[in-house]
C-alpha cells in the first residue's frame, strides 16, 4: 500500500480525515477534508468533487489503520491516495498544528 510519513507532507497537500466526528471535533489538521470512515462508500462523492483533479490525496486517521483502509479502496477506485503513517498522533507529535472544529488549538484523541 502507499505510504507516506508526515515528514513527506507539504503545505497545500490535499488531506482526507477519516476519523470519526468526535475525534475531528477534539482536533485535526487545518484545511482537512473530513469524511469519517463510517460514512465514507456514502459520502465517497464529496471526496471526488474535493480532490485536485491531478493530485494525490493524503489519508490520515489516528494512527493508521482506518486510513489504510480507505487508502486501500481509494487505490482500487483509480485515485492517487497515499496512507499518512503514524496519522495525526504523528501530525500533532512533529508540532504540525492541530486545531477543534472552531479553529482555536486542539488535541488528538
Known sequence: MPTVGIDDLKDGDFLLDVREDDEWQAGHAAGALHIPLSDFVARYGELAEA???????????RVGGRSAQVTMYLVQQGVDAVNVD???????????????EKGEPGHVL
Do not use: T, Y
Request: proline content about 8%; some cysteine.
Open 86 to 100: 503514524g496519522g495525526m498522533q504523528e501530525w500533532a507529535a512533529s508540532g504540525r498544528p492541530v486545531v477543534d
Open 51 to 61: 480532490a485536485p483533479q491531478d493530485g494525490r490525496v493524503h489519508v490520515m486517521c
